[in-house]
Nanobody, 124 residues
């Protein structure tokens, strides 16, 4: 089992920045690829970004490319999402997730473990 706890969400004005963190515990986090998803009210949970077990491979949904950066620190069992140039359409609950594989994953059902989510609200 891997337990995931997100933090760092909040209210920010459009154009601002936030850093989301996800603390992992349980099994060795470096054995897992990880990712961030988000869910806006009335919408499906969608893929945002993913990172391989080593951090050597990353992937992003088109709408956040160039604005968001995913990173990880396996020594401290942490996953991060740096979000810059935030837009009102980025408003959502953001979830970190881990998958029992070393390569990046894009679909919700590729991930085995989920955090409880953290709210990000971007005002216009």
């Amino acid at each position: 089992q891997v337990q995931l706890v997100e933090s760092g969400g909040g209210l920010v004005q459009a154009g601002g920045s936030l850093i989301l963190s996800c603390a992992a515990s349980g099994r060795t986090f470096s054995n897992y690829a990880a990712g961030w998803f988000r869910q806006a009210p009335g919408k499906e949970r969608e893929f945002v970004a993913a990172i391989s077990w080593s951090g050597g491979t990353t992937s992003y949904t088109d709408s956040v490319k160039g604005r968001f950066t995913i990173g990880r620190n396996n020594a401290n069992n942490m996953l991060f999402l740096q979000m810059n140039s935030l837009k009102p359409e980025d408003t959502a609950v953001y979830y970190c997730a881990a998958r029992a594989s070393r390569g990046v994953g894009y679909a919700r059902d590729e991930y085995n473990y989920w955090g409880q989510g953290t709210q990000v609200t971007v005002s216009s």
